[in-house]
């Protein structure tokens, strides 16, 4: 069994016009999601990951960022994975069967469509569209990571950050 924790960028900035489209910041509310929803996750999550893949663009490095801060994760252990950035479903898929075998709970920071496409491949089901900063939490029925394809998870939650506000 693994467990595979995917989680869409917090909410970035368009206000900087001229910068490339990988060097968008995250805005005022996508800092606040990302605490709100990093530190409710380290504190209600029973899996910690214990490998980090994450997109090179600037909004997910820092969601990331901060995620692990709260996870107590090593900042130094996060895979930047250029094949998680303007990339599709295949490439995404290809990324987490690279993963070492002793690795069993994989947290990966990505972008849309294709994280939601991801979600929808691995359950078998359509739909399920993950908004800014929101976590959807898998458990695979595979003992390799080689093995990762159609329906071979189940979704256990998906976080809001929306349902976290005070």
Not at 95 to 102: F, L, M, Y
Request: glycine share 6%; aromatic share 8%.
């Amino acid at each position: 069994m693994k467990h595979l924790f995917l989680v869409r960028h917090a909410k970035s900035s368009w206000d900087l016009s001229g910068f490339p489209d990988i060097d968008r910041p995250l805005n005022e509310r996508g800092y606040r999601d990302s605490h709100r929803v990093g530190k409710y996750f380290s504190e209600n999550t029973e899996h910690k990951p214990d490998m980090v893949l994450c997109s090179p663009a600037i909004r997910t490095y820092t969601t990331a960022l901060i995620f692990l801060h709260y996870l107590k994760f090593p900042v130094e252990q996060i895979v930047l994975a250029k094949s998680l950035y303007e990339s599709g479903l295949q490439d995404y898929i290809s990324t987490i069967a690279d993963a070492s075998d002793k690795k069993n709970i994989l947290i990966l920071f990505g972008h849309n469509p294709t994280i939601s496409e991801l979600v929808n491949h691995l359950t078998g089901k359509s739909g399920d569209d993950l908004g800014t900063c929101h976590v959807a939490t898998l458990s695979l029925s595979i003992s390799s990571w080689k093995k990762i394809g159609a329906d071979c998870g189940q979704l256990e939650n998906i976080i809001d950050p929306k349902d976290l506000e005070e």
